[in-house]
């Protein structure tokens, strides 16, 4: 398709002029540049050399920007926005909590009930396998939080305990605080910051596209993956092991790659071999994204601990929690009873109001059939438009979570070169008239440099006739994109 095409592509209405979107299309004065785009002059934004497009209001998939533009959001955000945009149900519920008067409560001091209606229903969701809930303001915030708890797992027990070793996977992302970007693998987050990180032990992640050897079955290759971390726990000595973290499906770092059946239950079985914690990291995958409440729900591989964020708030307020098993809170209160941590907004009523109501309407709608019927709709789609493309490696995830990884050549499955920006192109160009779409871009897929992917990730009300939209539009962007790149 030639660039002059691409201007004549139908917008893609999908019925938008029914949607009540106030303020449609206004230049509201906030712009300084032109069509809408205002070039950010006091936030350091994520990118001081790029403009960002200017959003006016929200609803349901859609987002309206200043410039009369009205996008689909078919990846909910970075994974966050669940129920969509301006759910009438939880800005109710935000208000009501604002209108007591509390949005925060030191929690050194107090406790409310509605932080403890959400806690008892995180646990609830877990079929009683947690016992206790601690809340924080974001995914980074609650695996800081769930690595000291590891510790001081341990360490109530015996203050001179040798456990002092995490063991963590290559081309996995836990967040950007020091001690969650120190357990995470990904390279360029990594890189300025990397005398500062502390020392975390490495096995390879769970990739079943590039690691599956010929006609190596589901149960061979676990049995590899567990091999390689019962040699780690050697090497370092297993009595020094405090647990092994990873997320069982890899968002942001691989592009949606999901754990191969049985490997959670493999893993866990050599972490409780040698008295480690199995720990894992649902912040992106968890909270429906993947089908079930708990990704790891799949195979009934609970963890001693677990993180979840994105969509535990649905992007209402910030707030993630770390689920903590009942031998981690026993160790507490038969020790010494505080856990050695704590910020000023952590388990604020205004944030668990917020999540609270994301969480129930979740439950109540069950969503999570839509998020599993949509899912196996968007699977086959994608796989029928751009399985066969060329530079379309691999399409993986699962539930509403889907990743393409790029290549340049399918056989070899060798990345594209990181000067060409694939995947950043590929966001650029969805999001940009005619196709309005957001995509999410990737790179780092193949070795935490090289490689790109975008992820697909819509809201759990999304429906099927959506889904055709969005993966019509995937696939345009995608020809689009790969024409041009054969052109340079
Ligand atoms: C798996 C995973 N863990 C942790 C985080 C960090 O969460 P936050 O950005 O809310 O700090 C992220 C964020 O993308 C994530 O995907």
């Not at 609803?59 to 410039?67: E, I, M, S, V």
């Not at 009438?88 to 949005?103: D, F, S, W």
């Not at 987050?189 to 769970?206: D, G, I, N, T």
């Not at 192109?425 to 990737?442: E, K, L, S």
Request: net charge neutral.
């Amino acid at each position: 398709m030639s660039p002059s095409a691409v201007a004549q592509l139908p917008q893609h209405d999908m019925g938008l002029a029914k949607i009540d979107m106030k303020g449609k299309g206004s230049s509201n004065g906030h712009t300084n540049g032109v069509n809408g785009v205002k070039k950010p002059e006091f936030l350091l934004d994520r990118n001081l050399h790029k403009t960002f497009p200017l959003v006016t209001r929200g609803k349901g998939n859609y987002l309206q920007l200043a410039d009369g533009r009205t996008i689909f959001d078919a990846t909910s955000g970075a994974a966050v926005s669940c129920l969509g945009h301006g759910n009438e149900r939880v800005i109710k519920a935000i208000n009501k909590q604002l209108t007591t008067g509390v949005p925060y409560l030191c929690s050194s001091y107090w406790s409310c009930d509605v932080v403890e209606e959400l806690c008892k229903e995180l646990i609830n969701g877990t079929g009683g396998e947690m016992s206790r809930i601690y809340l924080t303001g974001s995914g980074s915030e609650a695996m800081e939080a769930s690595i000291k708890l590891a510790r001081q797992y341990f360490y109530e027990g015996d203050k001179n305990t040798p456990r002092v070793n995490i063991i963590a996977r290559e081309g996995s992302y836990h967040g950007n605080t020091i001690g969650a970007l120190g357990v995470s693998g990904h390279v360029a987050r990594r890189a300025p910051y990397e005398p500062f990180l502390m020392k975390v032990h490495r096995v390879s992640a769970c990739n079943a596209y590039r690691q599956r050897r010929e006609r190596e079955s589901d149960a061979s290759f676990v049995a590899r993956k567990a091999s390689e971390l019962e040699a780690k726990f050697q090497e370092l000595g297993p009595e020094t092991v405090i647990g092994f973290v990873c997320e069982p499906v890899v968002g942001a770092a691989l592009g949606c790659v999901p754990d191969v059946p049985g490997y959670l239950t493999a893993m866990r079985a050599v972490c409780h071999r040698h008295g480690a914690l199995f720990i894992l990291d649902e912040v992106m995958s968890g909270m429906g994204r993947c089908g079930t409440l708990h990704a790891w729900q799949a195979e009934g591989a609970a963890p001693d601990l677990q993180t979840v964020g994105k969509g535990l708030g649905g992007g209402y307020q910030p707030i993630a929690a770390v689920l903590i098993s009942d031998k981690i809170v026993s160790s507490l209160s038969n020790g010494s009873g505080q856990f050695v941590h704590g910020q000023t907004y952590q388990a604020m009523p205004i944030q668990a109001a917020a999540a609270l109501e994301v969480q129930k309407i979740q439950r109540e709608e069950n969503l999570i059939k839509n998020v599993q019927v949509q899912g196996a709709y968007l699977e086959k789609r994608l796989k029928s438009l751009l399985g066969g493309h060329p530079n379309v490696g691999d399409i993986r995830g699962k539930g509403l979570f889907w990743g393409l990884e790029f290549v340049k050549d399918k056989q070899t499955k060798e990345p594209f070169d990181t000067k060409l920006g694939v995947a950043q192109r590929v966001h650029d160009i969805a999001i940009a008239a005619p196709f309005n779409m957001t995509m999410y871009p990737g790179t780092g897929t193949v070795d935490g440099i090289a490689g790109d992917h975008v992820i697909i990730a819509p809201t759990y009300i999304v429906t099927r006739e959506e889904i055709d939209h969005i993966t019509k539009v995937v696939a345009e962007v995608v020809q689009l994109v790969f024409e041009k790149i054969g052109d340079v």
